[in-house]
């Protein structure tokens, strides 16, 4: 995303696979909400994958819930793609 981009929506999800859980919804908001949350991401080093559709879809869900299960391949796509590229930078690094 590059900076002159507007946000509309933004959400961050949480998981945790140690505790095998399903992830969560840690944040959702719309416009300065939704640019916080990206900032706040990106200070922080986490990734942010960019899908408008998703976005929609997840933004329907309260804080703090699970995500539904028809939406678990889709989030497991986006959680395998970030940490393949997590992998990646870390190995950069060393």
Do not use: C, H, W
């Not at 959702?28 to 640019?35: D, L, M």
């Amino acid at each position: 995303m590059t900076e002159r981009q507007e946000v509309d929506k933004a959400v961050a999800i949480i998981y945790d696979a140690d505790k095998g859980s399903a992830p969560r919804i840690a944040a959702t908001g719309k416009g300065e909400i939704a640019r916080k949350i990206i900032e706040t991401a990106r200070e922080a080093g986490v990734y942010i994958q960019e899908d408008p559709d998703l976005v929609e879809l997840l933004a329907r869900i309260p804080l703090g819930q699970e995500i539904p299960g028809e939406l678990y391949r889709t989030v497991a796509e986006v959680l395998a793609f970030v940490y393949k590229v997590n992998e990646q930078f870390k190995n950069k690094l060393t």
